[in-house]
């Protein structure tokens, strides 16, 4: 089947299985924002752009009077970037797919991008293809790998110019943006795109529905290759690929539509910064719990670390990831290539939420009972019902209670002096 070059053909084709399947992503913000690490990845917007007096006051306590923004590329060295040990983190921590920034607002391409001259990561800078490097390492890994990149750039003249006409010219389109989409394209062999950067113009100053149908038609990725929905001002959560909606977006109830949830460790910033402290991230409950109510909405879960411009992975970022693997190792098979169930969390409670795997069912709860004994009202059990618990030999007793549902007595647990983990699931065979 060919696929014309409008939105009513493009979000016709189906989406690849592996998506829906992979469940669990890392997402990689990594730039020249990495350089001065502070406020976040949008630093240029703010001391620039909306001359922020934070930013302002940060730069001239730090930087001599004169810096510019382009003068902080040399410092992002990446000399300790290790793309193996990244792809052996991510994998650590569960990630079926990883996406990688190839390109933010800044501008800056972390690949030697024939459009970006001596505005990318091989000609300054690391002196490194960093999109290739790390594409080679979770290749190696088995790991799929997207591409993150943004159409607009804040502070390129091009695009700058055509904002100005009302977008009636597409200089910056022709010249830059669209170059870079195919070069990425041809040069990688992306298993995902995620786009961004879309929301100032229109489809028809971005030309994305001719190469959305190049991409589906005639690219070497055109059976596998997975995209979002930031392809235009209005695109978003109604065309593209898989829909994100918003950042940190959570629906109250299940979509339609394949969605993913991305969301940041550091709660305030997706780019690294010097200046964070420990109550502004993500602890492990609330990352498996973010994870656990995503996949129940039959969503996927990308949650995002920024690296230092060396290319370090902060320890207590490696921490977090690293404890979400290891929840994944028991409770993996409740969430990779599961489906929602007919009921998406328990109705009394939001502490419980229920995927499923054909006829099996399994109940996540997220708060341990306070006698052990776990009250599912949602399945309907029969005389074949069987329970067993993920990562715990044998069988559970259960009855029916006295309402409808299951009673469930589960296995003791020693008291420790340790919080307990967060989250256990129940598999359900045989129940309705």
């Not at 939001?350 to 306070?370: E, N, Q």
């Not at 009855?399 to 409808?404: F, I, L, R, V, W």
């Not at 020693?414 to 967060?422: A, T, V």
Request: with cysteine.
């Amino acid at each position: 089947q060919r696929y014309r070059p409008d939105w009513a053909s493009l979000d016709a084709r189906p989406l690849p299985a592996w998506f829906d399947q992979a469940k669990v992503g890392v997402f990689v913000h990594w730039g020249v924002f990495s350089v001065p690490a502070w406020g976040s990845e949008w630093f240029w917007w703010h001391w620039r752009g909306e001359h922020s007096p934070d930013y302002e006051r940060f730069m001239q306590h730090r930087y001599p009077p004169d810096t510019t923004y382009a003068d902080f590329a040399p410092h992002f060295t990446a000399h300790d970037f290790q793309p193996r040990e990244w792809a052996q983190l991510f994998q650590r921590a569960g990630a079926r797919y990883v996406v990688l920034t190839t390109k933010h607002h800044e501008g800056f391409t972390n690949w030697g991008s024939p459009v970006s001259w001596n505005w990318n990561s091989v000609d300054t800078g690391p002196h490194r293809d960093l999109v290739g490097e790390l594409g080679q390492a979770l290749r190696e890994s088995n790991m799929r790998y997207g591409l993150y990149h943004s159409l607009l750039e804040w502070f390129n003249p091009l695009y700058l110019a055509d904002k100005e006409s009302g977008f009636k010219t597409q200089n910056f389109v022709l010249k830059k943006t669209m170059p870079e989409l195919y070069d990425l394209v041809l040069k990688y062999k992306p298993d995902l795109i995620w786009s961004d950067g879309d929301w100032e113009a229109p489809e028809s100053y971005w030309n994305s529905t001719s190469f959305l149908a190049w991409l589906y038609n005639d690219s070497p990725v055109k059976d596998t290759v997975v995209v979002n929905d930031r392809w235009c001002n209005n695109c978003s959560c109604h065309h593209g690929g898989y829909y994100n909606c918003a950042d940190k977006y959570k629906p109250g109830t299940l979509p339609t539509h394949k969605w993913e949830m991305c969301s940041s460790i550091d709660k305030l910033s997706w780019g690294y910064r010097s200046n964070m402290n420990i109550a502004e991230l993500m602890d492990e409950a609330s990352i498996i719990e973010e994870l656990v109510q995503t996949v129940s909405f039959g969503g996927n879960y990308l949650l995002n670390v920024g690296p230092t411009k060396e290319g370090v992975i902060a320890p207590i970022f490696q921490e977090r990831l690293l404890a979400l693997g290891t929840w994944l190792d028991t409770n993996g098979e409740a969430i990779y290539e599961s489906k929602p169930w007919r009921v998406q969390m328990e109705n009394s409670t939001d502490t419980v939420w229920y995927t499923s795997k054909g006829p099996v069912v399994y109940a996540i709860f997220l708060m341990w009972p306070r006698d052990s004994v776990l009250e599912l009202s949602s399945p309907i059990p029969s005389p074949a019902t069987q329970v067993t618990m993920l990562g715990f030999a044998g069988t559970l007793k259960w009855q029916k209670s006295p309402g409808k549902g299951l009673l469930i007595t589960l296995p003791y647990m020693l008291p420790s002096p340790l919080p307990p983990q967060s989250g256990w699931t129940v598999k359900l065979d045989g129940v309705k």
